[in-house]
């Protein structure tokens, strides 16, 4: 007789999470608040699909970088192709323009667009294999003007979002006229102390060097400190691209540093990069990051537009805002037999119509246990409708913060309640 296996614990896949009812709230707020502050900027929201060919990623994010050589969630379909996962908007932000020519609209390219990414990383506070990113592009504008512009819209929304004690990091990582001879220094720096690098980033040295400014590693961040810097190599027109970007975030009156070894961990950065880091993130201190990809829309096959954006990753944002979740506010029915469920039927479908919150559970209870159950859930009201509130045509309305008792037709009920609501 064969012993029955037990039965296998469902459970989340490692490096997800659920993000229950309460915590959704305080997303829906920082979604809305981001949404509210980039229309105010002129951009508007693009949807792209989570999935894509996996050659868009390879192409657009970078051969040698670590997203592609190690974290993209990668499958064969059904028919033969490989796919993958997104695990950033850019690539799919550049095709859908293509595609569509959208370069051809009147329409500012400015878009906005929040939503889940995928990277098979090692999951810790703040980072998980499917997060969720709130990211901004612009396209067809070179000035640096932009650039400044969208750092301040970064702090905007951060100090909406209650982030505190932040600090910008800039750099400029040159152009394809600069870069050659950079990547050359960089790759004679990289082998002379390549014996003290960790194994991964003696493979970044004979690859990319640049990418060793990623590594967290303390003796590779130690040897990255002394390799050359890139500020020192850019041609005419990147030098004077950075310096006016500096004016402007000046203008502005934006706290910053220049920081020679920012790169990001893209490959496609051109000119300016940036990070908006914060003290009350310890080592991942980073809460929004960007940077110019003035080439990246022409190596596609499209036109030859420029572009720059920023993401913010969304579960480490929310660790360090401060944002107050508004009190529910909704009316409970508490009714009595099918007549009074009918009653309390017709007039929630009154209420909602003029935007009132109501909760109707359909469970017998006495009024008692009505009572109870309105304060164990928060109620801020409820409506009693018994037999004699049947015959006489009015209810019965208690306010459960104040304990004040109103009697009244629907309609009348429903003027005091919006009434009240205007008042707090």
């Given at each position: 007789m064969s012993q029955e296996q037990p039965k296998k614990e469902l459970s989340a896949i490692k490096g997800t999470r659920d993000i229950l009812p309460e915590e959704a709230r305080i997303w829906q707020i920082a979604e809305a608040q981001a949404k509210e502050i980039f229309t105010l900027y002129g951009y508007r929201e693009l949807r792209a699909p989570i999935i894509e060919p996996t050659e868009l990623f390879e192409k657009g994010t970078g051969a040698s970088s670590d997203i592609v050589t190690k974290e993209m969630y990668t499958f064969t379909d059904k028919g033969g192709r490989s796919i993958t996962l997104r695990p950033e908007y850019t690539p799919s932000v550049v095709r859908a323009i293509i595609e569509h020519r959208l370069d051809l609209q009147p329409l500012p390219l400015r878009f906005y667009y929040i939503g889940p990414m995928f990277r098979y990383d090692k999951p810790q506070k703040g980072r998980y294999r499917q997060f969720h990113q709130i990211d901004i592009e612009v396209f067809g504008e070179k000035d640096p003007?932009?650039?400044?512009?969208?750092?301040?819209?970064?702090?905007?929304?951060?100090?909406?979002l209650g982030v505190e004690n932040v600090l910008t990091l800039v750099n400029s990582v040159g152009c394809k006229k600069c870069?050659?001879?950079?990547?050359?220094?960089?790759?004679?720096?990289?082998?002379?102390?390549?014996e003290k690098l960790c194994p991964d980033c003696q493979r970044k040295a004979d690859i990319n060097?640049?990418?060793?400014?990623?590594?967290?590693?303390e003796t590779c961040r130690e040897a990255a400190s002394t390799f050359p810097k890139i500020t020192d190599y850019l041609c005419p027109d990147c030098r004077q691209h950075f310096q006016k970007f500096l004016e402007y975030l000046d203008f502005y009156g934006i706290n910053y540093q220049v920081e020679p070894t920012l790169v990001r961990g893209l490959d496609y950065y051109t000119k300016t990069a940036f990070e908006i880091v914060t003290e009350n993130l310890g080592a991942q201190n980073a809460v929004c990051g960007g940077g110019r990809y003035d080439d990246m829309v022409r190596e596609f096959g499209g036109p030859d537009l420029c572009g720059i954006g920023f993401a913010m990753g969304v579960?480490?944002?929310?660790?360090?805002?401060?944002?107050?979740?508004?009190?529910?506010?909704?009316?409970?029915?508490?009714?009595?037999?099918?007549?009074?469920?009918?009653?309390?039927?017709?007039?929630?479908?009154?209420?909602?119509?003029?935007?009132?919150?109501?909760?109707?559970?359909?469970?017998?209870?006495?009024?008692k246990a009505h009572f109870s159950r309105a304060n164990k859930i928060g109620a801020?009201?409820?409506?009693?409708?018994?037999?004699?509130?049947?015959?006489?045509?009015?209810?019965?309305?208690?306010n459960m913060l104040d304990s004040k008792q109103y009697e009244g037709t629907s309609e009348e009920l429903a003027e005091l309640i919006l009434k009240q609501g205007q008042k707090t």
């Open positions: 003007a932009v650039d400044a512009e969208i750092v301040e819209m970064a702090h905007r929304l951060l100090k909406k870069r050659p001879a950079y990547g050359e220094a960089l790759r004679k720096a990289a082998q002379a102390v390549k060097p640049l990418r060793i400014f990623d590594c967290k590693v579960e480490r944002l929310l660790s360090v805002a401060r944002i107050e979740k508004p009190r529910d506010s909704f009316v409970y029915f508490a009714y009595m037999g099918e007549e009074g469920k009918k009653q309390s039927l017709a007039t929630a479908r009154l209420w909602r119509s003029k935007g009132i919150e109501c909760l109707v559970e359909f469970k017998d209870r006495g009024l801020d009201w409820v409506l009693i409708i018994g037999q004699d509130e049947l015959s006489k045509g009015k209810f019965q309305l208690k």
